[in-house]
């Protein structure tokens, strides 16, 4: 596996556009993709992330207290209220968590399908739901399976798949939703992901994602990219020891797609009505879309 060194790079300008290459002088294309400000070949970087993770899947939720300032809390929250997780009465209600691997986000929709379940008098097995928590990266599932233990005891509604969101190990219109939370930007080829997505989801599906998106807005985007990029990676390296994973992440929010680009390219993997909801003057987006 690739180390998850930050690569040297040089940049060229191409047709009036900025064009990023690595000291080989590998062009991103069909072939290439970025990895934070870097471009590397497309089937390295997936080695390059699974390292990133490795490295702070200890501290995985304290990285995003780092990041997000603590305000990741309330986004999850927010996410998990749209969704508007309901047992089901006639089949167990099935959803699938993607990049989840801690249980940060999944737990919170569990703890919202108990509340249900208590309402009426009674309590959440796998005849009213199944969640599924996925992830690539074998130590943060490991994180997540020893938290619900914990949380929930050994029987509970929750599963751990070890699986490439590119490559969903699951039957087409299996599902009834889908969500991601800051996982998306960090998968090589994110259409196919989407793909899978909608290939998995039953029709009348939704699929979430919580994404940070660019900052652009004028006097907040220097306050935001300062902080991004001189602070996040010396708490980094202070606290996990390591600036290096802390500063590809920061880098990976640069090259995301703008909500509009992002949401279009949820348009075009099937789902209709695709939409965002900005939260925190749009330094991150709930993106929605639905499989009707």
Same mark, same amino acid.
């Given at each position: 596996?690739?180390?998850?060194?930050?690569?040297?790079?040089?940049?060229?300008?191409?047709?009036?556009?900025?064009?990023?290459?690595?000291?080989?002088?590998?062009?991103?294309?069909?072939?290439?993709?970025?990895?934070?400000?870097?471009?590397?070949?497309?089937?390295?970087?997936?080695?390059?992330?699974?390292?990133?993770?490795?490295?702070?899947?200890?501290?995985?939720?304290?990285?995003?207290?780092?990041?997000?300032?603590?305000?990741?809390?309330?986004?999850?929250?927010?996410?998990?209220?749209?969704?508007?997780?309901?047992?089901?009465?006639?089949?167990?209600?099935?959803?699938?968590?993607?990049? &989840?691997?801690?249980?940060?986000?999944?737990?919170?929709?569990?703890?919202?399908?108990?509340? $249900?379940?208590? #309402? !009426? =008098? *009674? %309590?959440?097995?796998?005849?009213?739901?199944?969640?599924?928590?996925?992830?690539?990266?074998?130590?943060?599932?490991?994180?997540?399976?020893?938290?619900?233990?914990?949380?929930?005891?050994?029987?509970?509604?929750?599963?751990?798949?070890?699986?490439?969101?590119?490559?969903?190990?699951?039957?087409?219109?299996?599902?009834?939703?889908?969500?991601?939370?800051? &996982?998306?930007?960090?998968?090589?080829?994110?259409?196919?992901?989407?793909?899978?997505?909608? $290939?998995?989801? #039953? !029709? =009348? *599906? %939704?699929?979430?994602?919580?994404?940070?998106?660019?900052?652009?807005?004028?006097?907040?985007?220097?306050?935001?990219?300062?902080?991004?990029?001189?602070?996040?990676?010396?708490?980094?390296?202070?606290?996990?020891?390591?600036?290096?994973?802390?500063?590809?992440?920061?880098?990976?929010?640069?090259?995301?797609?703008?909500?509009?680009?992002?949401?279009?390219?949820?348009?075009?993997?099937?789902?209709?009505?695709?939409?965002?909801?900005?939260?925190?003057?749009?330094?991150?987006?709930?993106?929605?879309?639905?499989?009707?």
């Amino acid at each position: 596996m690739a180390p998850a060194v930050r690569i040297q790079y040089r940049s060229a300008i191409v047709g009036g556009d900025r064009m990023v290459m690595t000291r080989g002088g590998l062009a991103e294309g069909a072939d290439a993709t970025h990895f934070g400000f870097s471009t590397v070949p497309l089937g390295d970087k997936q080695g390059l992330v699974d390292e990133v993770f490795h490295k702070v899947a200890g501290r995985y939720d304290l990285m995003n207290d780092m990041m997000s300032g603590g305000l990741h809390r309330l986004w999850k929250n927010e996410l998990v209220s749209m969704l508007d997780p309901r047992p089901g009465e006639r089949r167990a209600w099935r959803h699938l968590d993607v990049a &989840g691997g801690t249980g940060d986000v999944a737990f919170r929709i569990v703890d919202a399908l108990e509340r $249900r379940v208590r #309402r !009426r =008098g *009674g %309590r959440l097995d796998r005849a009213a739901a199944e969640v599924t928590i996925l992830d690539i990266n074998g130590d943060m599932l490991g994180v997540g399976r020893e938290r619900a233990v914990k949380r929930y005891g050994a029987d509970s509604v929750l599963d751990f798949v070890q699986a490439n969101a590119e490559s969903l190990p699951l039957e087409a219109a299996s599902l009834d939703s889908i969500t991601i939370a800051f &996982g998306i930007r960090n998968v090589p080829r994110i259409d196919a992901a989407l793909g899978e997505f909608y $290939r998995a989801l #039953r !029709r =009348g *599906g %939704r699929f979430l994602c919580l994404e940070f998106a660019p900052m652009d807005t004028p006097g907040l985007d220097r306050v935001y990219e300062a902080f991004s990029f001189h602070v996040i990676p010396r708490i980094g390296q202070i606290v996990a020891g390591d600036a290096e994973p802390y500063r590809y992440l920061v880098e990976s929010i640069q090259r995301f797609p703008r909500p509009e680009a992002f949401a279009a390219m949820i348009a075009r993997a099937g789902f209709q009505r695709a939409s965002f909801k900005p939260l925190t003057g749009g330094i991150v987006n709930i993106h929605s879309g639905w499989k009707l």
